[in-house]
Protein backbone atom coordinates (compact mmCIF):
# COMPACT_ATOMS: atom_id res chain seq x y z
CA UNK A 1 0.00 0.00 0.00
CA UNK A 2 3.03 2.23 1.16
CA UNK A 3 4.59 1.44 -2.35
CA UNK A 4 1.20 2.69 -4.41
CA UNK A 5 1.06 6.05 -2.88
CA UNK A 6 4.80 6.54 -3.39
CA UNK A 7 4.18 5.67 -6.71
CA UNK A 8 0.98 7.90 -7.10
CA UNK A 9 2.40 11.11 -5.78
CA UNK A 10 5.50 10.32 -7.89
CA UNK A 11 3.53 10.53 -10.84
CA UNK A 12 1.65 13.73 -9.77
CA UNK A 13 4.95 15.20 -9.13
CA UNK A 14 6.46 14.60 -13.00
CA UNK A 15 2.94 15.84 -14.31
CA UNK A 16 3.05 18.98 -12.15
CA UNK A 17 6.49 19.58 -13.18
CA UNK A 18 6.36 19.05 -17.17
CA UNK A 19 3.45 21.68 -16.98
CA UNK A 20 5.18 24.40 -14.93
CA UNK A 21 5.47 27.26 -15.84
CA UNK A 22 3.58 26.82 -19.13
CA UNK A 23 -0.51 28.35 -19.70
CA UNK A 24 -2.76 25.71 -20.52
CA UNK A 25 -4.23 26.12 -24.47
CA UNK A 26 -7.31 25.06 -26.26
CA UNK A 27 -6.88 23.94 -29.24
CA UNK A 28 -10.16 23.01 -31.80
CA UNK A 29 -9.61 21.62 -35.05
CA UNK A 30 -11.89 19.56 -37.84
CA UNK A 31 -10.77 17.55 -40.49
CA UNK A 32 -11.87 14.37 -42.37
CA UNK A 33 -10.39 10.53 -42.25
CA UNK A 34 -10.74 8.68 -45.27
CA UNK A 35 -10.95 4.83 -44.59
CA UNK A 36 -10.78 2.82 -47.91
CA UNK A 37 -10.77 -1.00 -47.34
CA UNK A 38 -11.83 -1.86 -50.72
CA UNK A 39 -9.07 -0.16 -53.69
CA UNK A 40 -10.33 1.82 -56.59
CA UNK A 41 -8.85 2.93 -60.12
CA UNK A 42 -7.34 5.92 -58.31
CA UNK A 43 -7.04 5.11 -54.34
CA UNK A 44 -4.83 2.89 -52.68
CA UNK A 45 -6.11 0.51 -49.70
CA UNK A 46 -5.82 2.55 -46.34
CA UNK A 47 -7.51 -0.21 -43.84
CA UNK A 48 -6.69 -4.13 -43.55
CA UNK A 49 -8.91 -6.75 -41.68
CA UNK A 50 -5.62 -8.64 -39.75
CA UNK A 51 -8.14 -11.26 -37.53
CA UNK A 52 -11.80 -12.53 -36.91
CA UNK A 53 -13.87 -14.46 -34.95
CA UNK A 54 -12.91 -18.16 -36.03
CA UNK A 55 -15.53 -19.64 -39.37
CA UNK A 56 -17.20 -16.08 -39.70
CA UNK A 57 -16.89 -13.87 -42.60
CA UNK A 58 -14.33 -10.92 -41.15
CA UNK A 59 -16.40 -8.04 -41.67
CA UNK A 60 -16.56 -4.33 -40.00
CA UNK A 61 -20.01 -5.12 -38.77
CA UNK A 62 -18.97 -8.68 -37.14
CA UNK A 63 -18.02 -9.12 -33.64
CA UNK A 64 -14.45 -9.59 -33.01
CA UNK A 65 -13.04 -8.85 -36.29
CA UNK A 66 -9.88 -6.91 -35.88
CA UNK A 67 -8.58 -4.20 -38.28
CA UNK A 68 -5.27 -1.75 -38.82
CA UNK A 69 -5.44 1.57 -41.01
CA UNK A 70 -3.38 4.32 -42.32
CA UNK A 71 -5.68 6.97 -43.12
CA UNK A 72 -4.98 10.16 -44.68
CA UNK A 73 -6.70 13.11 -42.19
CA UNK A 74 -7.47 15.91 -44.81
CA UNK A 75 -8.78 19.77 -44.68
CA UNK A 76 -12.45 18.62 -47.12
CA UNK A 77 -14.11 15.66 -47.77
CA UNK A 78 -12.44 15.41 -51.35
CA UNK A 79 -9.54 13.04 -50.69
CA UNK A 80 -7.08 15.10 -52.79
CA UNK A 81 -7.41 18.10 -50.87
CA UNK A 82 -4.48 18.96 -48.61
CA UNK A 83 -3.48 16.21 -46.28
CA UNK A 84 -3.15 17.32 -42.79
CA UNK A 85 -1.18 14.05 -41.53
CA UNK A 86 -1.93 10.54 -41.16
CA UNK A 87 -4.41 8.41 -38.89
CA UNK A 88 -2.49 5.07 -37.67
CA UNK A 89 -4.68 2.84 -35.20
CA UNK A 90 -6.57 -0.03 -35.04
CA UNK A 91 -9.96 -0.75 -34.13
CA UNK A 92 -11.98 -3.81 -33.04
CA UNK A 93 -15.85 -4.47 -33.42
CA UNK A 94 -16.86 -5.39 -29.66
CA UNK A 95 -20.48 -5.55 -29.52
CA UNK A 96 -21.95 -9.18 -29.69
CA UNK A 97 -24.73 -6.89 -32.34
CA UNK A 98 -22.01 -6.13 -34.30
CA UNK A 99 -23.01 -2.14 -33.44
CA UNK A 100 -19.51 -0.92 -31.81
CA UNK A 101 -16.08 -0.38 -32.34
CA UNK A 102 -13.33 0.27 -29.67
CA UNK A 103 -10.70 2.49 -31.93
CA UNK A 104 -7.20 3.52 -30.91
CA UNK A 105 -5.63 6.25 -33.43
CA UNK A 106 -2.76 8.48 -33.10
CA UNK A 107 -2.83 11.43 -35.21
CA UNK A 108 0.17 12.37 -36.64
CA UNK A 109 0.50 15.59 -38.04
CA UNK A 110 2.46 16.60 -41.11
CA UNK A 111 1.45 20.13 -42.12
CA UNK A 112 3.37 23.13 -41.48
CA UNK A 113 1.38 24.26 -37.90
CA UNK A 114 1.72 20.89 -36.10
CA UNK A 115 4.38 18.82 -37.67
CA UNK A 116 5.83 16.33 -36.02
CA UNK A 117 2.89 16.39 -33.09
CA UNK A 118 0.30 13.74 -32.06
CA UNK A 119 -3.01 12.49 -30.71
CA UNK A 120 -3.77 9.63 -29.17
CA UNK A 121 -7.60 8.54 -29.87
CA UNK A 122 -9.60 5.98 -27.41
CA UNK A 123 -12.93 5.10 -27.28
CA UNK A 124 -16.17 3.40 -28.09
CA UNK A 125 -17.35 4.24 -31.13
CA UNK A 126 -20.76 3.62 -31.42
CA UNK A 127 -20.07 2.80 -35.49
CA UNK A 128 -24.28 3.22 -36.44
CA UNK A 129 -25.04 6.46 -34.90
CA UNK A 130 -24.78 9.83 -36.88
CA UNK A 131 -22.35 11.27 -34.26
CA UNK A 132 -20.52 9.77 -31.29
CA UNK A 133 -17.80 10.97 -29.05
CA UNK A 134 -14.22 9.55 -28.15
CA UNK A 135 -11.85 10.80 -25.78
CA UNK A 136 -7.95 12.24 -26.02
CA UNK A 137 -5.83 10.54 -24.42
CA UNK A 138 -2.70 12.12 -24.47
CA UNK A 139 -0.42 13.73 -26.80
CA UNK A 140 2.83 15.17 -27.65
CA UNK A 141 5.17 18.23 -29.41
CA UNK A 142 2.31 20.70 -29.46
CA UNK A 143 -0.03 18.63 -28.04
CA UNK A 144 2.07 17.45 -24.95
CA UNK A 145 -0.07 16.40 -22.13
CA UNK A 146 -3.37 16.76 -23.96
CA UNK A 147 -6.62 16.27 -22.87
CA UNK A 148 -10.31 16.37 -24.07
CA UNK A 149 -12.85 14.86 -26.60
CA UNK A 150 -13.33 14.62 -29.90
CA UNK A 151 -16.71 13.67 -32.08
CA UNK A 152 -17.04 11.67 -35.08
CA UNK A 153 -19.14 12.05 -37.73
CA UNK A 154 -19.94 9.62 -40.34
CA UNK A 155 -19.93 11.74 -43.83
CA UNK A 156 -19.56 8.79 -46.15
CA UNK A 157 -20.04 5.40 -45.37
CA UNK A 158 -20.27 2.16 -48.26
CA UNK A 159 -20.62 -0.75 -45.91
CA UNK A 160 -20.94 -3.31 -49.02
CA UNK A 161 -17.09 -2.18 -49.66
CA UNK A 162 -16.49 -1.69 -46.48
CA UNK A 163 -14.85 2.42 -47.16
CA UNK A 164 -15.41 5.21 -45.04
CA UNK A 165 -15.19 9.59 -44.84
CA UNK A 166 -15.18 10.44 -41.23
CA UNK A 167 -15.16 13.78 -40.27
CA UNK A 168 -13.37 14.53 -37.02
CA UNK A 169 -14.02 17.08 -34.39
CA UNK A 170 -11.48 17.82 -31.88
CA UNK A 171 -11.23 20.00 -28.88
CA UNK A 172 -7.98 19.53 -27.35
CA UNK A 173 -6.12 21.28 -24.19
CA UNK A 174 -2.39 21.19 -23.64
CA UNK A 175 0.72 22.72 -22.82
Known sequence: MVLLIFVLLAAAAISSDASKGQKLKKTEMSFYMHDWET?????N???IIIAG???TKWYILTFGSLFAYDDAITTTIDRKSTELGRAHGIYVNTALDGSDLHILVSFLFTN??????????QGADRLLQPTREVSVVSGTG??????????IETVFLDIPQSNAILRWNLTV???
Open 45 to 47: VTN
Open 39 to 43: PTKEE
Open 53 to 55: KPK
Open 173 to 175: FHY
Open 112 to 121: KAYNGSTIEI
Open 142 to 151: KFRLARGWAS
